[in-house]
């Protein structure tokens, strides 16, 4: 903070955040329901419908001046704390002091009776007999409960920075809180819940035994596919496609990234665009198409078997297969990562490197690729972990080739429905992409990649060396050409009868899921998909920007403040995209279905799952893209007055244009196409796209699957295209047109 | 950070806004057959009675793993259609509630000895028996016999072209080892699991995935349940069904109400409702060809006609207990899936 600042605050004693908080936790306490109402906030019913007595919709006080549910009353005492520090300088001792101690009290009694009391009295058994019975109990928390816990958490932030944490900054601060405290509650709490299950023993006791009885399991461990004709266990299977998608992606991605951005090759929009499909692609239509051209009596397979004069085989299922229709859909996500690097990296150097005399290839070697390394690190572990987390297409093409996502989902939806295996499963998964993250951490050590320094940063990328153009651009074409026909394969398959059986074409599988009438009362929805399609639209339409905000801000902290714990809180927010979508999916239900967090069978549980599964992307989005602005640009700004929110919205975040781009179409294709944590959340009243897909896949009707999943893939390219336009591209002040002579 | 907060408050008003307005009846109505057949049930259900109904499809394991996660706080009222083992081990768990209903008059024996070997938690709504189909095109194209008992896919010519899902993961494939055990005896039982094993393509995950396979000509056997099979007939695909020789196992498939419902009354009117023959004949409509619980519903000429099958005498109460599944399942993955292939 800038001496300026510091005393434009000293003269002001009003502390107008300070305010603010205390009016929405006093809102939140004396005029909101406390807690949730069974038909949401919105309706409006709650109004007219004995508010603000009736006990349903009564706020705290008012259930406090009736005499019910006493223990909410503490909250009061501490909401009115604060008022003390109003009058006070920032700098006086008891400022932050007072804000530091009610804050902390307030939300520590929130969460305290919040897990005492539940829906049967109190939680635990010692409480009842310390207490005896309370005769009285709690539901879930309600839109009041949620602004009292804002206002205590915020009242404790700015404490903090008023006792001169982070050099007192009240943004950083706040933002820091609130990101720990929502990553707490979503990710660590549920799956603490969820892991703790791997300990427990059929008698409902707790054994490290049990653990490591699980752990040791020839199933997960098993080398005997090396050794004889048998299996291996999951663990090494898993570990094995990963590294291998992990390093096929990233150079894919490279390779695209390149070619879009230093040759002179042409069709580089239309190329753009190709990598986007796949990731825009419901789980499951790849690998349908990879079955109907590859497998068995798929069509390749049965023409090179005739050409040949050989059995056709089932060499698709199993690792090929998985490793296929993996590559086709991860490639993109390298690509994203790849092209803000890739055109990230200053021309400057390059041209200061070829002004020394290096060479085309010389300057690549030593200037480009060093220079692009946090972006191959990014993309080869998010390939790694996608791979990892992956379970539409090991579960449709894996054959015998056993992985641990799929083998946790059916630990767990299985005949034996083994929790505790499938926790162990999930710790196994856990290490491995743990471990993937500080191999990641320990290649790039601590070199600094910034080269957008805002000094003077403009010119142009040079071209590749021939030796590298050549095989990048077949690479390119090859593989563009095989995504090209993969996706005809999809469009016609959802216009024949039965495919493979019948070819006749037909509209009738689009008539089904999107069928419309018009009548009196105005456009009926008759379609059989239309009812999954809105809520996805919706659900996926609410997570994509919360998903980018959040993102962002946790990657401006992790770049651009120091703190104590930041390594920790690094570790944390990465954390939930290590965790496969099954575990997720269970642990939510478990953790979320009982008082204080009651949202189970509601949208707001599959928004939170899509916001804090897609976090890490637009974190490691971010993260790539900040450590490239040099820090004098922030400087600048706070040296002239701005503070650090206004340095964030001003400066850094015009320049993270690819940044938000990224994490928004990410966010909201994923919530689009997600489909192993939502499995266990939707439910009848919000059901996704994807669990009806599935559905049909399962019925073997994958026409209609193939139809809807061609519908999804335009609107996401419509979607994708208006968020592009309205985000709009990055303005880093390079001369635009790549100009012929530039080589 | 204001903003922040702003953003989540407006969003969660977004999602309550857009839930419907609370109405007298409803019912959350837990479905665990395919989708056409769990969507007629709710539309036949709504139109019969006015009880808006709320409708959710997953795999009977699935809903099992829900109705075990919401015990505490339970969403759901009713849980209906499935394998009828997930049922019984619900209720051998204390997840669903006892119910006499008055139609059990209408019903078949088997319905009625599943409801009274689980202490009325649980009733049987329709049967279907084990068997398995094949691809007669595949079969043609590799020149192999048509196969007519369960000893012959243990032959060697069939190697590589038999298929079956993994009794850990489906509970077809556990009825399918439990009806090996209960027709072989145990030792003569797992030997036949492991001469099979030799000819096993790939064991699949769900128990039906094998037959379409088959269907779409990317295996040749399918060991399942036969409705399974002569639906992807009637569906077009090139499928013959076997019954075999030796006689074979049935499965029961299963309604219970979930304990705690918050929809109790709502969820009696229902389960009354699916009993009736009326309601039963609306699986004709959806290409599900098991053999309903209530003697007057309708059956289909394709359906597999239970009375000329050898069925044998499945205990279902011993081999559904969580112990002897345990047992069994834990003898095959150490006897039978470690053997090479």
């Known amino acids: 903070m800038t001496l300026a600042e510091t005393s434009r605050l000293e003269s002001k004693v009003t502390h107008p955040t300070l305010v603010l908080w205390l009016i929405v936790g006093w809102v939140g306490f004396a005029l909101l329901p406390w807690y949730g109402l069974e038909d949401g906030i919105l ?139 929502i990553v707490t509650t979503f990710v660590f709490y549920p799956i603490a819940n969820m892991l703790a299950s791997a300990f427990i023993t059929e008698e409902n006791t707790y054994s490290i035994r049990v653990f490591f009885d699980k752990f040791t399991d020839r199933r997960l461990w098993g080398l005997s596919c090396i050794t004889a004709g ?71 397979t049965v023409f090179i078997s005739d050409l040949l004069g050989i059995q056709p085989t089932r060499w698709v299922y199993g690792l090929p297969g998985i490793l296929i229709a993996q590559t086709l859909a991860f490639t993109p996500i390298a690509f994203l990562v790849l092209i803000g690097v890739v055109e990230g990296v200053s021309p400057s150097m390059e041209e200061a490197a070829q002004t020394l005399r290096a060479n085309r290839w010389n300057t690549f070697r030593t200037v480009s690729w060093p220079l692009m390394r946090p972006g191959i690190a990014n993309a080869f572990l998010l390939g790694f972990i996608e791979s990892m987390a992956d379970f539409g297409n090991p579960l449709v093409l894996g054959g015998n080739y056993d992985v641990l996502s799929t083998e946790i989902f059916f630990a767990i939806v299985g005949a034996q429905y083994d929790q505790g295996r499938a926790a162990v499963l999930a710790i196994v998964l856990l290490g491995f992409t743990l471990a993937a993250f500080w191999a990641q951490r320990f290649w790039l050590g601590k070199k600094s990649y910034t080269t957008m320094t805002g000094k003077g940063d403009s010119g142009i990328h040079p071209h590749l060396p021939r030796a590298m153009a050549v095989p990048v651009f077949t690479i390119a074409a090859v593989w563009t050409l095989f995504t090209i026909i993969i996706y005809c ?61 959040v993102g962002l801000i946790t990657a401006y902290l992790l770049t651009r403040q120091n703190f104590a714990g930041k390594n920790a809180f690094e570790f944390g927010t990465m954390l939930s995209f290590a965790i496969p979508g099954t575990v997720i999916g269970v642990s939510y239900i478990l953790a979320f279905n009982v008082p204080p967090i009651e949202i189970t069978g509601t949208g707001i549980i599959l928004v939170v799952s899509f916001i804090f599964r897609n976090m890490p992307v637009g974190v490691r989005a971010g ?108 303005k880093i002040g390079r001369r635009l047109d790549q100009s012929r002579t530039n080589v | 950070m204001k903003k922040t907060t702003t953003i989540a408050l407006l969003s969660s008003a977004l999602l309550a806004s857009s839930t419907a307005l609370a109405s007298a009846d409803k019912l959350t109505f837990y479905c665990s057959a395919q989708e056409e057949w769990c969507q007629v049930m709710a539309n036949g259900f709504q139109d019969a009675t006015g009880i808006e109904v709320n409708m959710t499809r997953k795999s009977s394991g699935e809903t099992f793993a829900q109705v075990k996660a919401e015990s505490s706080n339970p969403k759901g009222d009713v849980w209906w259609g499935g394998t009828g083992d997930p049922h019984l081990q619900a209720a051998e768990e204390g997840l669903t509630e006892p119910y006499v209903s ?63 899902a993994n009794p850990n993961s489906s509970g077809t494939a556990y009825t399918t080892l439990a009806t090996m055990v209960q027709l072989f005896g145990e030792e003569d039982g797992f030997q036949f699991m492991k001469d099979l094993h030799k000819n096993i393509n790939q064991y699949t995950k769900s128990g039906s995935a094998p037959i379409k396979a088959a269907g779409r000509g990317e295996n040749t056997i399918g060991i399942v349940f036969m409705h399974d099979a002569v639906n992807q007939a009637v569906s077009g695909f090139p499928i013959e069904v076997v019954a075999p020789c ?72 011993k081999y559904g207990s969580s112990d002897e599944r345990k047992r069994l399942l834990k003898k095959w993955d150490d006897e039978v899936s470690t053997l090479p292939q």
Request: charged letters at 15%; proline letters at 3%.
């Open chain 2, 246 to 317: 030796e006689g074979t196992g049935y499965e029961i498939g299963s309604m219970s109400i979930i304990k705690g419902a918050r929809n109790l009354e709502e969820a009696k009117k229902f389960y009354d409702w699916a009993l009736t023959d009326e309601a039963q004949s609306l699986a004709l409509g959806v290409k599900a060809f098991q053999v309903p619980s209530n003697k007057g519903a309708e059956t289909s000429p394709s359906a597999p006609d239970l009375s000329s099958i050898k069925l044998i005498d499945y205990d279902f109460k």
């Open chain 1, 43 to 181: 309706s409006f019913e709650w109004l007219l419908d004995g508010y603000p007595f009736e006990d349903d919709y009564a706020p705290a006080l008012f259930l406090g001046l009736q005499g019910q549910k006493l223990w909410l009353m503490p909250l009061a005492l501490f909401l009115a704390m604060p008022l003390l520090a109003i009058g006070k300088s920032r700098s006086d001792e008891s400022y932050g002091k007072i804000l530091v101690i009610a804050g902390a009290l307030g939300f520590g009694w929130l969460i305290l009776q919040g897990f005492s009391i539940g829906i049967r009295g109190w939680n635990f058994e010692w409480l009842n007999q310390l207490f005896g019975e309370l005769g009285d109990r709690q539901f879930g928390m309600g839109s009041g409960a949620m602004l009292v816990a804002s206002a205590f958490l915020f009242i404790f932030t700015q404490g903090i920075a008023a006792r001169g944490a982070v050099n007192g900054d009240i943004f950083v601060v706040g933002a820091i809180g609130f990101v720990v405290a």
């Open chain 1, 623 to 730: 993260i790539a893209s900040m450590s490239q602005l040099d820090k004098s640009l922030d400087e600048s700004s706070l040296t002239l007055g701005a503070n650090s929110w206004q340095t964030f919205l001003k400066v850094i975040l015009p320049l993270l244009r690819p940044a938000i781009l990224a994490a928004l179409v990410y966010s909201f294709v994923r919530a689009m196409t997600a489909i192993s944590a939502v499995i266990f959340l939707v439910s009848a009243e919000y059901d996704m796209a994807t669990s009806y897909i599935i559905g049909r896949v399962e019925n073997n009707d994958y026409g209609l699957a193939i139809a809807y999943s061609t519908t999804l893939i335009f609107v996401m390219l419509a979607v994708v295209g208006a968020m592009q336009f309205l985000v709009g591209r990055a």
């Open chain 1, 230 to 300: 048998g299996r291996c266990g999951a663990a090494w299977n898993s570990l094995f496609l990963a590294i291998l998608v992990g390093i096929i992606t990233t150079g894919l991605g490279l390779a695209f990234a390149l070619a879009v951005t230093r040759t002179n090759m042409r069709f580089k929009q239309a190329l753009r665009a190709l990598t986007v499909l796949p990731i825009i692609t419901p789980p499951f239509v790849i690998g349908l198409a990879i079955i109907l051209l590859f497998g068995l009596s798929g069509s390749v």
């Open chain 1, 489 to 549: 394969m999809i469009i016609y398959g959802s216009f024949v009868e039965l495919w493979g059986i019948n070819n006749s074409l037909t509209f009738k599988h689009y008539i089904t899921a999107f069928s419309v009438r018009l009548d009196a009362e105005g456009i009926r929805w008759t379609g059989s998909a239309w009812n999954s399609f809105w809520t996805t639209i919706q659900i996926a339409g609410i997570a994509a920007p919360l998903t980018a905000i």
């Open chain 2, 102 to 164: 008055p139609m059990r008059g209408e019903l078949n024996d088997w319905a009625i000895s599943q409801a009274e070997s689980a202490g009325d938690k649980t009733i049987g709504i329709y049967s279907g028996a084990l068997g398995y189909g094949y691809n007669s095109d595949l079969l043609k194209a590799n020149n192999l016999p048509e196969p007519k008992c369960w000893k012959d896919l243990t032959k060697p010519e069939y190697k590589g072209h038999v298929q079956m």
